[in-house]
């Protein structure tokens, strides 16, 4: 078993997990603001990792279908979001097989923008107004992370896993980054109890481990509370 420290220079615009606030000016309503969350889960990072651009939650049509009572009716399962790749590489890290494990990206350069987005399309004759997602606005100022955004975490492998040195994750894959590893030489491990810690972790992980978490205070909320 090895350890990496990675980290991860962007290299294209990244749109992740957001925090969404209504757009006033000059007190008229504008549609909503949407700030990302500086913290990155690892879950998307692990997709990357595998190489895996797509899975049932990525694919934009069918995210969080069961989250939201109006979509329910146009989808043919009542399953919900589903983490297939992650949950069998999860497996195979907790049984010893060729796997690896990463913590959520921690920023430690933070380049931003903002921009305007409207969800209105147009035809020849009449404006027209296609779904997407869920109750989504017509106009939308998003601010996203640019190159030259960094951030840092750890990786930990087991057996034959080649790291690749570019994914891409957010929303439509977006997030190119450049990954460079480190790796730790690890001169002893201790097992404690009752430490505190202000490592970002995924407590839903953490549990799957077999750690108990005393108490705990969130630094991203992700849509889907329980995949941590």
């Not at 997709?47 to 069961?66: C, I």
């Amino acid at each position: 078993m090895k350890l990496y420290r990675a980290y991860f220079k962007l290299h294209g615009i990244l749109i992740f997990s957001s925090e969404i606030r209504p757009m006033i000016t000059a007190g008229e309503a504008m549609g909503s603001y949407i700030s990302p969350s500086p913290y990155i889960h690892n879950y998307p990072v692990m997709y990357g990792l595998m190489g895996k651009p797509s899975e049932t939650y990525f694919v934009f049509p069918s995210l969080h279908y069961l989250d939201y009572e109006e979509r329910m009716r146009r989808t043919p399962t009542r399953r919900g979001l589903q983490y297939t790749s992650i949950r069998k590489l999860l497996e195979d890290f907790k049984n010893g097989r060729d796997s690896f494990y990463v913590f959520p990206l921690i920023p430690t350069k933070l380049v931003v923008s903002s921009f305007l987005l409207s969800a209105e399309s147009w035809s020849y004759v009449i404006p027209t107004r296609s779904p997407t997602k869920n109750v989504f606005p017509r106009l939308t100022s998003y601010a996203a992370f640019m190159p030259g955004s960094e951030f840092k975490t750890y990786v930990v492998v087991q057996g034959k896993v080649k790291l690749p040195e570019w994914v891409r994750i957010g929303k439509k894959r977006w997030g190119i980054f450049r990954v460079d590893y480190d790796e730790v030489r690890v001169e002893g491990v201790r097992i404690e109890r009752n430490r505190v810690t202000s490592i970002p972790i995924n407590y839903n992980d953490a549990k799957f481990f077999g750690f108990e978490l005393r108490s705990f205070s969130k630094v991203l909320e992700t849509p889907n509370i329980e995949e941590g």
